[in-house]
């Protein structure tokens, strides 16, 4: 088995802050923050914000803000005190949070001098009047995994914690009850990205898609040649993650949840960037990365048990309807939050937010929009089903169903509710006011329809009904808190029950996602 590492890059030198220097010589690794390089050798200590490193190329100096050290040798941050602690997932500390902290400084007219002594911490200071004022805030974050967030949340020893799952009920409760409040309502919960992992190939391999059993196949080794899932006759070199990675868990959960195979794939890349260059050079591999990393590699369409295909495209991770897609949050106590903490939750949520966000490699929540034309996947499942059903109840809601698709055009916020409820889920909060935003926006006599959906529990006309119930809960709620910002916006609600389904309904899961309101607009047409 093969273990695959990124490639070197140049070293950038900096000024930064000073860290302890309580042990040294001692046998380290530095890796550059973008996965590019990395070195071996003696850590001979901290100067000036570069560590000093004794290297077979000699002495070299290379900037703290650019690299992370790992191994005993490396400088603590037990001593370094900040003014805001955050603790939590490794995808959001590592992947997301230098570029989100650089993106709060520029909001505040700051520099955010960025420091990793360690391969799971950061410190952070902001500078202001851009660079050349003093200190104005310094936050510690620290990427230890998403159970710690929640740990030190109830512990009091953070402010923030990034988790990239949802607070499970004991932890709530236990937050609740030490004092922190509800760890649920919109103060204290925000999703503020949507992550996506790829399956991915060679670019010239002819396969487009995969079955969700294929790919368990695949990964378990019971299909080993690509001539299997209709590709060439060639062996398939699975390349996988290290088995104590969040990749790997999120990846292998999805296929198996608690019966993973064991399985030796062909190879092991250390991170995505690495991974990405196997998917370049190796035209039998098959890999999972995040979605920013799938470069010159073939993204593979996946298909659920139902048939139903979905793109990994930035669209269906917004509308959360790719099958491998999960959202990141950001916590905090109710009874802790300081200003500067405050601040920064706040700018996490926010439109500017959105493009640092997008260049971290996450999907943002800024609302997309998608023409639904006649080559459309749902417009052509669709035209499919109208020819089974012809005539009837379920074939005049489709027939309704293509015909304001081809007037309307799709928007990703999306709506999703709990079984038999029209009390709309925690991210419709957030669309909500972000939607209100988009449609003030919008010239006067645009339409905007409010189209609801259900899953398939009960019979066909009352989940029609409360489709539409559920999409007329929507426009009031958006009414109400628009007052009078979107008087010239026309709004309407259809429901069109359990019919064109996002995803399976065979699971808890399937069954949420296709409890949706979805947002469809047609604007007048110019002159």
């Known amino acids: ?251 292998m959960n999805f296929l198996y949840g608690d019966d993973t195979p064991n399985f030796r794939p062909q190879g092991i890349a250390e991170d995505d960037q690495a991974l990405s260059n196997v998917m370049f050079h190796d035209r039998n591999a098959i890999g999972y990365l995040g979605y920013a990393f799938q470069r010159g590699a073939k993204p593979l369409r996946l298909v659920n048990e139902c048939g139903i295909s979905t793109s990994p495209d930035a669209f269906s991770a917004k509308t959360e309807e790719y099958t ?23 700018f996490a949520i926010s439109d500017e937010a959105d493009n640092v966000i997008g260049k971290s490699g996450f999907i943002d929540l800024g609302i997309a929009r998608r023409a639904q034309t006649a080559e459309d996947a749902r417009y052509v499942a669709l035209s499919k089903e109208l020819e089974r059903y012809d005539i009837g109840f379920e074939g005049e809601i489709i027939g309704n169903m293509l015909r304001e698709m081809e007037d309307y055009d799709r ?25 209100i935003e988009y449609l003030e926006d919008m010239p006067a006599g645009t339409q905007v329809m409010f189209v609801g959906f259900t899953d398939d529990v009960g019979p066909f006309d009352a989940n029609q009904r409360l489709a539409e119930e559920r999409a007329k809960e929507v426009i009031d709620a958006v009414e109400d808190t628009a007052g009078d910002a979107l008087a010239g916006i026309e709004m309407i609600a259809a429901g069109y029950g359990e019919i064109a389904p996002s995803a399976c309904n065979i699971s808890d899961r399937g069954r949420a996602i296709n409890r949706r309101v979805e947002v469809w607009i047609n604007e007048p047409a110019a002159g």
């Open 324 to 346: 491998l897609s999960r959202r990141m949050y950001l916590y905090n106590r109710g009874d802790n939050l300081d200003d500067q903490a405050q601040a920064f939750l706040d």
């Open 411 to 435: 928007l990703s916020t999306t709506f999703r509710f709990r079984t038999g409820s029209s009390r709309i889920d925690e991210r419709g909060r957030l669309d909500m006011d972000r939607l």
């Open 1 to 251: 088995m093969k273990t695959f590492k990124s490639s070197a890059a140049v070293i950038a030198l900096t000024a930064g802050l000073l860290f302890p220097q309580a042990t040294l010589a001692q046998d380290v690794t530095l890796r550059s923050t973008d996965g590019s390089m990395s070195l071996d050798g003696q850590l001979l200590g901290v100067e000036e914000g570069n560590y000093v490193i004794r290297t077979t190329l000699g002495d070299l100096r290379v900037a703290t803000s650019s690299m992370i050290c790992e191994g005993a040798g490396c400088p603590s941050l037990e001593t370094v005190s900040a003014d805001v602690t955050i603790v939590g997932s490794e995808a959001i500390g590592l992947g997301m949070m230098p570029l989100l902290m650089s993106g709060f400084a520029s909001s505040l007219a700051a520099d955010a001098e960025i420091n990793n002594p360690s391969a799971s911490e950061t410190v952070v200071s902001l500078i202001g009047d851009d660079g050349f004022g003093d200190e104005i805030g310094s936050y510690k974050v620290s990427s230890v995994g998403d159970d710690a967030a929640f740990r030190a949340l109830l512990e009091g020893d953070a402010q923030v914690g990034m988790s990239s799952r949802r607070i499970t009920q004991d932890e709530a409760r236990a937050l609740r009850d030490s004092g922190a409040g509800s760890m649920v309502s919109p103060n204290q919960e925000r999703i503020i990205a949507v992550d996506s992992m790829v399956v991915v190939t060679h670019a010239d391999n002819p396969v487009n898609e995969l079955t969700q059993d294929q790919l368990s196949a695949i990964f378990s080794g019971q299909i080993t040649n690509w001539s299997q899932v209709g590709g060439p006759d060639r062996d398939i070199n699975v390349i996988a993650h290290p088995e104590d990675s969040a990749s790997y868990q999120y990846f």
